[in-house]
C-alpha cells in the first residue's frame, strides 16, 4: 500500500499530538539533562563524577519503583488534570536543582523529577490514543514518541550547550520554563480525557503470552548496555581529546546522527519492524566493540594531550556517531513493538515500557559509575557491550514481541 493510500490522522487532533512529542521531548531532556553536564556539576557540587551519576540512577529508580502502582492508582482520574500535574512537577525538579545549595537537595529535587516521569509516559500513551480513532492508534503514539527519541538526541545536546555556555544551573532552568509553559498549554489545547478504571485487569499472563514481557525484557538490558557507557558520555569525550568548550556541538553531532537514525526506523517499522530493529542492534553491537577496542588504545597512548586534533579522536567520535544513531531510533521501536503486542491498553503500555527502561538506565548507571571508578571510563564499552548482545538475543529469540513481517493488527483495526 502506498503511503499516499493510508488514512491520515483528523487534522483536529495535530495540535494535541504535537503538543504531547514536545512534552516527551521536555521530559526525555529533563530526564538526561545531568549527563551532558556531569563534569561542571560535579566540580560545582564538590563530588566526583561517579557519585554525580547518582543524579542519573535515582531518578530511573523511582521511576522503576512507581511506574506501575502510580499508574494503577490513578487509572479513573482524568488525563488532563495528571498531564498537567507531571509537567507541573518536572518544572519543580528542574528549577529546584538549579538553586540547590547542596548535592543532596539536588538529588531531592530529582526524586520529585523521577516521580511526574513514573506517570507521565502512560498519561501521554492513553492520550494519544485519545486523540485519534482507534485504526490511527499506532501512528499517533509514533508520532508522539518521536519526541523521547529527539529528547535523547536532539534535547541533550542543546541543554548540554546551553549549559557549558551559561552555566549548567541555566540549563536547568531553560528545561524548568518549558514543562512549565507546556503544562499552560496543555490547559488550553488538550481536550478533556476520561480515565479507565477497566484498564487495571490486565494480567502478567497475557503480557507474557502477548509478547510484551519479551519485548520489555529487550528494552531494559540494551537499556541498561546503553546507560553503562551513555551516562558518562561527557567524561569520555573529555578523556579521548575534546575540549570542554566544544563539548555542546559534539552532542550536537550525535544528535544529528540520532535524528537520521529516527529517520530511517521510520522509513521501514511499518513493513520490516523485525529486520529493522535486529539491523539497527547489530550496528550499536559493532560500534561498541570498536569504541572498546579503540578507547583504551587512546587512552594507553596519552589520552586527550596526544589523540587531540588526531586521527584515533576522529575515529572515536564516528563510532560514536554510528552508536547515537541506532539510539535514536530504538526508543520509538521499542514502545510502538510493545503497543503492537496488544498485550495491555495503552496507558498499561506506557507504564510497562517506561519502567522497563528505566531498570536499564538504574541498573546501567550504577553499573557504569562502579566500573568507571575500579577500572576506569576505558573499560565502559565493553561491559556495555555485553548486556546490548543479551538484549538482542531476546530480540532474536522472542518472536511474539518482534513478528516477522508487517505488523499485527488489533480487531479494531
Known amino acids: 500500500m502506498s503511503v499516499t493510500s493510508r488514512p491520515r490522522i483528523p487534522r483536529h487532533a495535530w495540535p494535541g499530538l504535537i503538543l504531547l512529542t514536545l512534552a516527551t521531548f521536555a521530559a526525555i531532556t529533563t530526564e538526561l539533562l545531568p549527563i551532558g553536564l556531569l563534569t561542571p556539576m560535579s566540580s560545582s557540587f564538590g563530588v566526583d563524577e561517579s557519585t554525580l551519576g547518582l543524579m542519573v540512577s535515582v531518578y530511573a529508580l523511582a521511576v522503576t519503583v512507581l511506574a506501575l502502582p502510580v499508574t494503577f492508582a490513578t487509572t479513573r482520574m482524568p488525563r488532563k488534570r495528571l498531564l498537567v500535574g507531571t509537567l507541573l512537577a518536572y ?8 538553586v540547590a545549595p547542596s548535592f543532596a537537595l539536588a538529588v531531592v529535587g530529582r526524586g520529585v523529577g523521577g ?5 507521565f509516559f502512560s498519561v501521554v500513551t492513553a492520550y494519544a490514543s485519545h486523540l485519534v480513532p482507534p ?19 536532539l534535547g541533550l545536546p542543546l541543554a548540554t550547550s546551553v549549559g557549558t555556555t551559561f552555566g ?16 499552560g498549554l496543555a490547559v488550553v489545547l488538550l481536550p478533556s480525557a476520561p480515565g479507565n478504571p477497566l484498564h487495571a485487569r ?26 553503562t557507557l551513555y551516562t558518562f558520555v561527557t567524561p569520555l569525550v573529555l578523556a579521548v581529546g575534546v575540549q570542554l568548550d566544544l563539548l555542546g556541538p559534539t552532542l550536537l553531532l550525535f544528535g544529528a546522527a540520532g535524528i ?84 495491555a491498553p495503552p496507558d498499561i503500555v506506557g507504564a510497562v515500557i517506561n519502567m522497563a527502561s528505566n531498570i536499564g538506565i538504574t541498573l546501567g548507571a550504577a553499573l ?10 576505558g573499560a565502559l564499552p565493553a561491559v556495555a557491550l555485553v548486556f546490548v548482545a543479551i538484549g538482542f538475543a531476546l530480540m532474536v529469540l522472542g518472536r511474539r514481541g518482534f513478528p516477522r513481517g508487517a505488523p499485527r493488527l488489533s480487531p479494531a483495526e
Open 168 to 183: 549548567w544551573p541555566t540549563a536547568f532552568v531553560a528545561v524548568g520554563t518549558m514543562t512549565l509553559l507546556l503544562g
Open 115 to 119: 516521580l511526574a516521569h513514573a506517570l
Open 368 to 377: 557504569g559509575g562502579v566500573v568507571f571508578a575500579s577500572a576506569g571510563i
Open 260 to 343: 537520521l537514525g529516527l529517520w530511517t526506523a521510520g522509513l521501514f517499522v511499518d513493513r520490516y519492524p523485525r529486520r529493522i530493529v535486529l539491523t539497527l542492534t547489530v550496528v550499536l553491537m559493532a560500534s561498541l566493540a570498536a569504541l572498546a577496542v579503540m578507547v583504551p588504545v587512546i587512552l594507553g597512548a596519552g589520552g586527550a594531550g596526544v589523540s587531540a586534533g588526531g586521527a584515533g579522536l576522529v575515529a572515536v567520535l564516528v563510532i560514536a556517531s554510528f552508536w547515537v544513531l541506532t539510539l535514536g531510533a530504538l526508543p520509538s521501536l521499542f514502545m510502538t513493538s510493545a503497543i503492537r503486542t496488544h498485550g
Open 202 to 227: 490486565s494480567s502478567l499472563r497475557t503480557w507474557w503470552r502477548r509478547g510484551l514481557v519479551t519485548v520489555a525484557g529487550a528494552n531494559s538490558a540494551v537499556y541498561l548496555g546503553h546507560f
Open 91 to 98: 518544572a519543580v525538579s528542574n528549577l529546584v536543582i538549579a
Open 135 to 153: 485504526h490511527l492508534v499506532g501512528r499517533a503514539l509514533a508520532t508522539v514518541y518521536a519526541g523521547s527519541s529527539l529528547g535523547s538526541i
